[in-house]
């Protein structure tokens, strides 16, 4: 997905900070950000919808910063998905995949990143 089948897309923003965000079922995938930077403080994303795509999906020169991130989904792609971003920050992560093809974080590429 390209941002149209996301629960949330969140295109160009601009040093933005988002709270206490939930996720669960939706579209089937969870978020999508694409460019600028933003950041998250406790981003939970829990799906029963089989799907293909991420539930976080980071776009290209993208800067996210997430800390408090729970994960439990059966999509059969990645829960963490990003290629060519920025700075990548990720604090207090939780995945539980509950499907087997299910892979935790898939980062092709990033300027910087770290996880704790």
Request: aromatic residues 12%.
């Given at each position: 997905g390209?941002g149209?089948?996301y629960s949330?897309?969140i295109n160009r923003p601009s040093?933005?900070t988002?709270?206490?965000?939930?996720v669960?079922?939706?579209?089937?995938?969870?978020v999508?950000?694409?460019?600028?930077?933003?950041s998250?403080?406790?981003?939970?994303i829990?799906s029963?919808?089989?799907s293909s795509?991420?539930?976080v999906?980071?776009?290209e020169?993208?800067d996210?910063?997430?800390n408090?991130l729970y994960i439990?989904?059966?999509?059969?792609g990645?829960?963490i998905?990003?290629?060519?971003?920025?700075?990548?920050?990720?604090?207090?992560?939780?995945l539980?995949?509950?499907?087997?093809?299910q892979?935790?974080?898939?980062?092709s590429y990033?300027?910087s990143?770290?996880?704790?």
């Amino acid at each position: 997905g390209f941002g149209g089948d996301y629960s949330l897309s969140i295109n160009r923003p601009s040093s933005n900070t988002y709270k206490d965000i939930s996720v669960i079922d939706g579209l089937g995938n969870g978020v999508f950000v694409k460019g600028g930077s933003s950041s998250f403080e406790n981003l939970y994303i829990e799906s029963d919808i089989s799907s293909s795509g991420s539930a976080v999906y980071i776009g290209e020169r993208t800067d996210v910063a997430i800390n408090g991130l729970y994960i439990s989904t059966i999509h059969n792609g990645n829960a963490i998905y990003s290629t060519r971003a920025g700075s990548l920050s990720f604090t207090n992560v939780e995945l539980r995949p509950r499907y087997s093809y299910q892979r935790g974080f898939y980062i092709s590429y990033a300027d910087s990143l770290s996880i704790d």
